[in-house]
């Protein structure tokens, strides 16, 4: 990625939507433009776990003027991510179609564990580069809080609640009121959720805890603002100010100097939330970070496209560590990856992505972690692990897309017939991976420079290859004319001619 290019992050919280515009400067961030809009979305979702439509109405508003500020940024250069409201509709598909028509870029609704991943990620990328200090990150969104504790840059251990400073305010101070008793309620609630996930954090030291986002960011603000040093939040100082609360008894009649209006309604729940976990977690002090989702997102975008930074790209641990776990037998999966790209190569009219090859490598790696379960359907089997198991560093676009590549890999294309008819790429992707599959069978190294590849204009594609070789390789010379045939009932025709 150049120096002076532009990357912009879309934050869809449950509270607030947001937008960072920063240019590349000598390989850091600098911010240039930022954009906040509290939408409240997570206060539109009904007992159904549905959005209203006054809530997609507002989302769909700010997504529209995020959209003239985006439009012309290339793809590559921006980055949205949805977090718990959209992981919770079951409208979100409605209001996704419309939103990305607005935006006019992708929108993806990313795993809690990668919110998680990202937030650490993005805290600490402003933290001072210390790679033994220990840490941990804590961040109360509008209907998710995540836990983050890791060493320097790198996160050990997260978790996502379900619950944060919109979804508590709404069940438990619902009308405005803020008393005594609907804070005991909201903190033990919290407390009880917190408590199945101690252990976890138990040997992670409590000195160096940073807190990220809104809750945060007010909760810092009010207290500096009673006497509190600057960025700093203390337990004694946030029961002080929950008594004040209590003593305010409404949000109407909430006066704290540098408290916003539109902060307000959800401050109780954000409080509670906030107490419940300085209480199980014996944390005493923590300091506020400027870091957040957003930076995380964009250290991603320099990560995937900055060549020197590949051995960053979290992706490639992923891998590594599903091969760890389901890995069958490794060194196929390399053939098969080898062979893949060797395919990938002959055939690249010159307007394919480096990052579509890794894909279609990972996928060629990854194609046979379903034996694992079971050797029968294999391959569906994969294509479970990929949807349903933890991938950090994997948009749910990417991480559908292996598994497609995955579960299409081999037996009949018809399953994929969708997939085949509205996507060139993976197409493409499919075609080298089923035929590296098939001519590494025998779980050898095939002979492939004994094999022509010839893309025409029209699409087709001609396999020349030396008599002796079909001679020598009778069962993938079979195989080959198979594939052929069945890439022929969707379009793609493939000409064997042997020389």
């Known amino acids: 990625m ?26 850091h961030l600098q911010r240039v433009d930022y954009l906040k809009e509290t939408v409240r979305q997570g206060a539109g979702l009904d007992a159904d776990s549905c959005l209203d439509e006054a809530a997609m109405q507002r989302g769909w508003q700010c997504l529209a003027r995020f959209g003239e500020r985006l439009r012309d940024f290339a793809p590559s250069q921006v980055r949205a991510l949805a977090t718990q409201t959209l992981r919770e509709a079951r409208n979100r598909a409605q209001f ?16 809690g564990q990668e919110e998680a991943r990202l937030i650490y990620q993005g805290v600490t990328y402003l933290l001072p580069r210390n790679v033994r200090e220990q840490r941990l990150v804590i961040d109360i969104g509008g209907r998710s809080t995540e836990l983050i504790a890791g060493i320097g840059q790198t996160p050990l251990e997260t978790v996502s609640f379900p619950f944060g400073s919109v979804s508590w305010s709404q069940r438990f101070f619902g009308d405005g009121r803020l008393g005594a008793k609907a804070f005991a309620k909201a903190e033990v609630a919290a407390s009880a959720i917190i408590e199945e996930h101690l252990a976890r954090f138990a040997r992670y030291p409590r000195e160096c805890v940073y807190g990220a986002s809104g809750t945060m960011g007010a909760v810092a603000q009010i207290l500096h603002q009673l006497g509190g040093a600057p960025q700093t939040i203390t337990r004694s100082q946030v029961e002080q100010l929950k008594a004040r609360l209590i003593e305010a008894q409404h949000v109407d009649r909430l006066c704290f100097e540098g408290l916003r209006e539109d902060r307000k309604p959800v401050i109780g729940g954000g409080v509670s939330v906030l107490l419940a976990l300085m209480q199980m977690l014996g944390i005493e002090r923590m300091q506020t ?37 389901f890995g069958y037998d490794r060194e196929q999966g390399q053939r098969v990856a080898e062979a893949a790209a060797h395919i990938w190569a002959a055939l690249d009219p010159g307007h394919w992505s480096e990052d579509e090859l890794q894909v279609l490598q990972w996928a060629a790696q990854l194609h046979e972690i379903g034996i694992s379960i079971a050797y029968e359907r294999f391959h569906h089997h994969g294509a479970y692990i990929l949807r349903h198991g933890d991938c950090p560093g994997f948009l749910p676009s990417e991480r559908e ?42 779980r050898q190294r095939p002979q492939l420079d004994a094999l022509q590849w010839t893309l025409r204009k029209s ?5 020349s290859l030396p008599q002796a070789w079909a001679q020598q390789y009778p069962r993938s010379f ?22």
Not at 420 to 435: A, G, N
Not at 459 to 463: D, N
Not at 478 to 499: S, T
């Open 478 to 499: 079979y195989l080959l004319q198979e594939e052929a045939a069945a890439w022929d009932k969707f379009g793609l025709h493939i000409a064997i001619e042997v020389l």
């Open 2 to 27: 150049k120096d002076g290019e532009r990357l912009a992050a879309v934050d869809l919280g449950s509270n607030s939507f947001r937008l960072e515009i920063s240019i590349l400067h000598n390989g």
């Open 459 to 463: 699409g087709a594609l001609r396999l």
């Open 401 to 442: 897309r292996l598994a497609r590549l995955i579960v299409g890999h081999r037996g009949k294309l018809k399953k994929v017939a969708q997939d085949i008819s509205d996507q060139p790429v993976f197409t493409r992707q499919l075609l080298c991976l089923r035929l590296a599959a098939l001519l590494c069978h025998a």
């Open 96 to 111: 996704l179609e419309r939103g990305q028509q607005l935006l006019g870029h992708p929108i993806e609704v990313i795993s």
């Open 289 to 325: 970070s400027d870091g957040a989702l957003r930076q995380g997102a964009l250290l991603d975008l320099i990560q995937r496209d900055d060549h020197d930074a590949k051995q960053r790209d979290i992706r490639h641990n992923s891998v590594a560590s599903l091969l760890q776990r």
